[in-house]
């Protein structure tokens, strides 16, 4: 699918693992089940609950747009503009690729990620971290899986 960086399905394993830090906010510890990746993700727990054992499917993706052409990042809820992914996703954030660590040539690299504030680290093999650059600007959609 044209303008995604990274699509996979994690399992949720902990929820605030330091203890709750705000109230609307939760710092979930999740693990990828098909590239063994690690993501902790802060998340708006008053709009998007989510219990330990959840599944989710998460996807990174550099526009909304399906045919991958570059968007301005103002999201248009009256779909103007043809159908988008957020369409097929119950969870939504644009933010923003603050640090990578690690290169290329190590064993794990980390993409780190701000969404207004709301933080998110996905760290895993550089084979599936390709295309992210510090200061480019990304979508992160969800959708919980029932099983």
């Given amino acids: 699918m044209a303008g995604v960086l990274f699509e996979d399905i994690f399992d949720v394993k902990d929820i605030d693992p330091d203890g709750k830090k705000f ?3 939760s710092r979930l510890i999740c693990d990828s ?3 063994k990746m690690e993501l902790i993700l ?19 993706a550099s526009t909304l747009r399906e045919d991958g052409v570059a968007d301005d990042g103002e999201y248009n809820p009256l779909g103007i503009n043809g159908p988008n992914k957020a ?20 064993a794990r ?6 969404y207004g504030g709301l933080l998110m680290r ?26």
């Avoid at 690299?109 to 701000?114: C, T």
């Fill in 87 to 106: 369409d097929n996703f119950e969870y939504v954030m644009y933010g923003k690729i603050y640090r990578l660590e690690g290169d290329e040539d190590s």
């Fill in 42 to 60: 802060d998340i708006n727990s008053q709009l998007y609950p989510v219990d330990g054992g959840d599944k989710f499917r998460l996807m990174l």
């Fill in 122 to 147: 996905l760290q895993g093999d550089p084979n599936n971290l390709q295309g992210f650059s510090v200061d480019n600007h990304v979508y992160l959609l969800i959708k919980k899986l029932s099983y």
């Fill in 23 to 25: 109230h609307r906010v």
């Fill in 109 to 114: 690299i980390a993409v780190y990620i701000s």
């Fill in 33 to 35: 089940e098909s590239f």
